[in-house]
């Protein structure tokens, strides 16, 4: 079955930084992959996604995400961070013949002033 | 807003009693589904439906059942709840993607409910 690892549980960046989420993935078929946030007590709202179209995928809220088969990687940038990215963000991944979808175990963005 | 509601939005409930959730949603899609989100584990699927009377398990079935009557609502029941079964539980629609040039159908994000607090004491 697919899987992702989402490589850090926090990270922590000052406001205007560059923020960086790592996601790596694993299939055996050609995966579609998503990225999602989550503000506290509140469902998953999707930021970009990946269907195999281009490999450098943008978003809502700036952010961006490039697919790198080489080393089967989704991670998820912002060139400037602000006090509202922080969040829960969750990768996932899913193959186009089924219904299992795979999310990360999460990473919790702090931004600080 | 893709028109999710989840009811109860919270719950205490004593070990051994039935616990039934509902997820409804007012456009009619196809896809539903019913995940439990644990620290640590991220979101893990415990059912699906790809339409009305069809239903299939997901990576943490067990202890669960699904049903789905109508279109709009799908209903997650856990028959006896154990403490293990303390979570946030999420539901979340599908909308059906277009056939592409090369024949493959693409996959359509999923659109997450608000979620329901479960605690089981």
């Known amino acids: 079955a697919q899987s992702v690892t989402q490589l850090g549980s926090h990270v922590s960046v000052s406001e205007g930084a560059l923020v960086l989420l790592r996601c790596n993935y694993s299939?055996?078929?050609?995966?579609?992959l998503f990225w999602y946030v989550q503000y506290p007590n509140q469902g998953l709202q999707l930021l970009l996604k990946y269907t195999s179209a281009a490999t450098l995928v943008k978003g809502i809220n700036g952010f961006e995400a490039e697919f790198k088969k080489s080393e089967t990687s989704f991670h998820l940038t912002k060139p400037s961070a602000h006090m509202s990215d922080a969040a829960e963000y969750f990768c996932?991944?899913?193959?186009?013949?089924?219904?299992?979808?795979?999310f990360g175990a999460g990473t919790r963005l702090t931004v600080k002033p | 807003d893709a028109g999710i509601t989840q009811s109860p939005r919270h719950k205490v409930t004593e070990t051994g009693t039935p616990v039934t959730l509902r997820c409804h949603q007012t456009?009619?899609?196809?896809?539903m589904y019913w995940y439990r989100q644990d620290p640590g584990h991220g979101l893990r699927l415990i059912h699906y439906?790809?339409?009305?009377?069809?239903?299939d398990k997901g990576e943490v079935s067990d202890g669960y059942s699904v049903s789905r009557s109508k279109t709009e609502d799908f209903l997650l029941t856990l028959e006896s709840a154990t403490s293990s079964q303390t979570s946030v539980y999420f539901c979340?629609?599908?909308?059906?993607?277009?056939?592409?040039?090369?024949?493959?159908?693409?996959?359509?994000?999923?659109?997450f409910g608000p979620g329901t607090r479960l605690t089981v004491l």
């Open positions: 299939s055996s078929v050609p995966p579609y």
């Open positions: 979340a629609i599908r909308t059906r993607a277009p056939i592409d040039a090369s024949g493959r159908s693409s996959y359509n994000e999923q659109f």
């Open positions: 439906s790809y339409g009305v009377k069809d239903t």
């Open positions: 996932a991944v899913v193959h186009y013949n089924n219904n299992d979808m795979r």
């Open positions: 456009e009619n899609h196809r896809y």
